[in-house]
């Protein structure tokens, strides 16, 4: 699913009681069918369609996925990676950053670096490739720093 362009997307729209809960249980489960959702927050399931709807042509909800757990999935070395990148070149070096293998999320920050990236991939040795062949090759990063990670919590903010 595409996101919209900060551009054309509608202005924020404050949200209810009701648009939370169902955020909230969609964060849980997205597999859940719109009528149990519906019953859970107490409206229709017409309401419940629209109110979903909504919330994705708002870009609240910016799409439907699976919670993977990396390691069971093949992926048993995980790291951030913070850049440092030539000024302005953000946009270049994201579409470049898009393309890499394993690479999960990815936040242009303040700081003492400039974008934080975390990728997954099969073992240390394909995270070295990664990093000193692909990222280290980009004209406009300058440095780069590895941060592995040894354990993972997902968290669930409330809304």
Known sequence: MSQPSLETRPPARP??????????????????SVRALADQVH?????????????????????????????RAGQGASAYITLKIVQDSWRSVREQLLRLPGAAHMALVSGDFDVLLLVHTADNRSLRDL????????????????LLVFEETDLEPEI
């Open 131 to 146: 990093v000193l062949t692909r990222i280290q090759s980009i004209p406009e990063v300058i440095s780069t720093r590895t």
């Open 15 to 32: 949200l209810d009681p009701v648009d939370r809960n169902i955020l909230r249980l969609l964060r849980a489960d997205g597999r859940m």
């Open 43 to 71: 409206v229709s399931r017409a309401n419940a369609y629209a109110r979903i709807n909504r919330l994705v042509d708002d870009g609240v909800i910016r799409g439907f996925s699976a919670r993977i757990d990396e390691e």
